[in-house]
């Protein structure tokens, strides 16, 4: 068994009931981190970052750094899943948009999520481009905006600002609150998965039994249709399949 | 006139023609000896004659014509029916016919009618039913490339008026293949062997991933039918109206069958190994490349775009494009890659466009070498290549030779840098570190928080709009207003009471009620004081014992203020105590002004 499997079995099994850190703590595991990455040892970097999570501290340099840390120990998948998990905090990091594209290169399935049209990434580009929390705190501004405009014009009629000004601030106000919601929807955890083993049988029904439909790689995405005990519904261009929960992570 | 056109006008009866095309319908396609056959000749217009039921071998004639009017779309059609009783079982052939009345001649199609035992009558019901009911799966193609698109049709056909109550696709495998569903069903008309039929068509792209002998199918379809019950005794079919489905389906309980299809074998080839090109990526269909690259004149250090499109028919969301890896004397960047696809016309059609950004670094790269892409031609059953390039590039050197990547001050311009090897990025120094759970803005104050501005800008609204209506209204701010002012004039009384004015203080009070009682009443200043003020009141909604105390009070002041009585300060006092008490009991009894 390679040195990566049994740190990845001794971070699977281990941290069942994981100490709660303190700030300090977590901020020097992850510096101890950063350090054993760069005399490379990227196992105690990953096992560094993953008592930072286990600990009940997340960030978008945690999920990064340790994406980079599984993709030096040869483990896209996942390197892929903690990619992911910094691209909901961090949107726009090139680093990370980087670094994605060359672990979903190392797949064997090459899997790519489908392309959004032109139109709907104009539409919705405040909910690709932001996180939930910018777009949280974009969105009280706007409302804030819009309530005083409101009270504005309310206590003073004739000296008030225009209506044009109101109206904008209540467009934006709707359009941000909709982005919130569609991003909150689409970071729902478990919505999407990747494969963490080497390779999953994907079958037609949650058994043993049932026929193996299609074969998913290590770092191939997929769309979480439904989760029963042992199995998980996948969805991946348009085939869908039950593949064991222990071959999967939900992002 | 046209042959059509007369022909038209003679079906439709504009002109009372000599030749008449009609329809003809049996009540049911099977029947016992003892039901009785219903046949119906329907007619365009109304036969101005009678004309002579026609005679049907081994059936008799029992009674008719009834006569039936059917309006549809304000057009009206006229039904003479006939019941017949078979004399033996067997398969009869029934006309064609040809009735005449006067100078007219209907003429009207065969039919096919039935006669089986009462014991056999269930199962031919059921068979005469499956032949208008059935389902059929073809595909475009039965011998295929791997990767090749075949369009698999499923039609489900069901003869016009049958009205199946539920039809249930059975989901049919298509292990050993990618499918694609290709839009929505389709539904259309067509007649069979002089049977109308509702079809309902799915389609769907298959993608055999693998050579060798596939089958498809069968397609199934569930459908409920309903299980023929026995004829009670004397119940003789002679509804007319029901068809064979309705009697079919009438008088038994329902049972579901599954129709099936024939299966479909497919014979899928491997890509043939000769002349197979280097680059292919398992590309398969029939597809067109263009390409652009934009500026084509630009400085060492500015980016171009290149955009390239793969358009046509196969499965492009599985394309491989091709793009630019290393070029020398261009910086290369990672390509963005988008697919659309359509699936109109009843085919996976798409376009997969790559952009990717290319910057030469020197003025020395000038050309972008070619780009091909291959695929396995479905048209011409052979490989196919096709390219883009090499684009000529005019490059000249960049506006400032000290910044950028291409030289430092003073020097030559720099060689191409070409890309060696990729690699991920370096980890991240700054922790950012929170803890994780419910983010600030899913907490319940922040939730709670959030409704916050919107109760103050409703507190305002209310209170700005109040605020308007008192400033657009003196009646409403003398309404609200008369206990302030009443309280300031007794408080004038009270003031000419201790100064021991008994005339001033007793006017002061007159005037004080007086004001109080018309600001409540919304009419001007001094329309109270005297005999009438009761009357006044009651009108305007006073009960009469309280009107009545105001009356006799403003009286008695009145009295005293021009009288000029000079009773003692007890008296005032309590003359004054009693305004006091009226102006509370009577403040706001009075409507608030609209």
């Known amino acids: ?251 | 006139m046209t042959g059509a056109g007369a022909l038209l006008l003679l079906t439709l009866g504009a002109a009372p023609p000599e030749d008449v095309t009609i329809r003809v319908t049996a009540s049911s396609d099977v029947l016992s000896r003892n039901e009785v056959l219903q046949l119906g000749f329907h007619f365009p217009s109304r036969p101005e004659r009678m004309f002579t039921p026609p005679v049907l071998p081994a059936f008799d004639l029992v009674s008719g014509p009834q006569e039936a009017v059917s309006i549809v779309n304000s057009s009206a059609s006229y039904t003479w029916t006939f019941a017949y009783r078979p004399r033996q079982e067997g398969d009869f052939t029934l006309g064609p016919f040809e009735l005449r009345a006067g100078d007219t001649v209907y003429r009207g199609p065969a039919l096919t009618v039935r006669v089986v035992k009462e014991s056999e009558r269930q199962r031919a019901l059921r068979e005469a039913l499956l032949k208008k009911v059935f389902v059929r799966l073809d595909v475009s193609r039965k011998q295929v490339f791997v990767g090749e698109q075949v369009v698999r049709t499923i039609s489900f056909h069901e003869a016009v008026g049958l009205r199946l109550p539920e039809r249930t696709l059975v989901p049919l495998s298509t292990a050993g293949f990618l499918e694609k569903p290709l839009g929505r069903q389709e539904t259309r008309q067509e007649e069979i062997d002089g049977v109308l039929f509702q079809v309902v068509e799915l389609h769907s792209a298959l993608f055999p991933l693998a050579p060798g002998r596939l089958t498809l199918g069968p397609a199934q379809v569930d459908v409920k039918v309903a299980v023929p019950g026995r004829r009670r005794r004397g119940d003789r079919g002679d509804d007319f109206f029901g068809s064979a489905f309705e009697e079919f389906f009438g008088r038994g309980s329902y049972e579901q069958v599954r129709l099936s299809s024939e299966p479909v074998e497919l014979e899928v080839l491997p890509h043939p190994a000769e002349g197979r090109p280097e680059g292919f990526g398992g590309a398969v269909g029939d597809f067109e490349l263009e390409g652009s690259a934009k500026p084509a004149t630009l400085r060492a250090g500015d980016p171009v775009t290149v955009t390239l499109k793969i358009a046509g028919e196969g499965n492009v969301e599985n394309l491989s494009p091709p793009r630019f890896t290393e070029v020398p004397g261009f910086k290369v960047y990672e390509p963005e890659v988008q697919v659309t696809t359509s699936t109109e016309g009843r085919r996976l059609e798409g376009t997969v466009t790559v952009t990717q950004v290319v910057v030469p670094t020197s003025e020395s790269a000038t050309e972008l070498p070619a780009l091909a892409f291959s695929y396995l031609d479905t048209g011409s059953r052979g490989w196919r290549t096709l390219s883009w390039g090499p684009t000529k590039l005019s490059v000249s050197p960049p506006a400032d030779r000290g910044s950028g990547i291409v030289a430092a001050p003073g020097e030559r311009p720099a060689a191409a840098i070409p890309v060696l090897e990729r690699d991920i990025l370096p980890q991240k120094e700054r922790a950012g570190l929170r803890e994780h759970g419910a983010a600030w803005f899913e907490s319940p104050l922040y939730l709670g928080g959030l409704s916050l501005p919107w109760i103050a800008l409703f507190a305002t609204t209310i209170w700005a709009r109040r605020r308007e209506r008192l400033r657009g209204s003196l009646a409403l701010r003398r309404w609200k207003g008369a206990r302030a002012a009443a309280r300031a004039g007794l408080d004038e009384a009270a003031a000419l009471e201790r100064a021991g004015s008994a005339s001033a203080c007793y006017g002061a009070l007159a005037r004080t009620l007086g004001r109080f009682l018309a600001d409540q009443t919304g009419v001007p200043p001094m329309s109270y004081g005297g005999a009438g003020t009761a009357a006044a009141l009651v009108e305007r909604g006073l009960d009469e014992e309280r009107a009545q105390r105001v009356e006799t009070l403003l009286l008695d002041l009145e009295a005293r203020a021009f009288g000029g009585m000079d009773d003692n300060a007890e008296a005032r006092r309590e003359r004054r105590e009693r305004v006091e008490a009226l102006v509370t009991e009577l403040d706001r009894r009075f409507p608030e002004p609209s």
């Open chain 1, 1 to 251: 068994m390679s040195r990566a499997a049994l740190l990845l079995f001794a971070l699977v099994t281990a941290g069942r009931t994981p100490e709660p850190l303190t700030p300090d703590r977590a901020q020097y595991l992850f510096q101890r981190s950063t350090e054993a990455y760069q005399a490379k040892r990227y196992e105690e970097a990953a096992r560094d970052l993953e008592a930072v999570l286990e600990g009940g501290f997340e960030s978008a340099a945690v999920h990064y750094n340790l994406g980079n840390a599984w993709f030096r120990l040869g483990k896209p998948g996942r390197a892929i899943l903690h990619y992911r998990r910094a691209e909901r905090l961090a949107p726009r990091d090139e680093d990370l948009r980087v670094n994605l594209g060359l672990a979903r290169e190392a797949t064997v399935d090459r899997l790519r999520p489908a392309a959004s049209p032109a139109w709907r990434r104009g539409l919705f580009w405040a909910r690709d481009s932001m996180s939930r929390e910018e777009l949280a705190a974009l969105f009280v501004g706007a409302m804030g905006v819009l309530v005083a405009l409101l009270l504005a014009r309310r206590l003073l009629p004739s000296r008030g600002p225009p209506r044009v000004a109101a109206r904008v601030a209540a467009g934006l106000t709707l359009a941000l609150g909709l982005s919130l919601g569609a991003r909150t929807w689409m970071d729902r955890p478990g919505r999407d998965g990747v494969v963490v083993v080497a390779e999953s049988d994907a079958r037609t029904g949650p058994g043993e039994e049932f026929a193996v439909h299609f074969r998913l790689h290590e770092g191939a995405e997929f769309r979480v249709l439904e989760r029963r005990p042992g199995w998980t519904k996948i969805e991946v261009q348009d085939r869908r399949g039950w593949v064991k929960g222990t071959d999967v992570e939900g992002i």
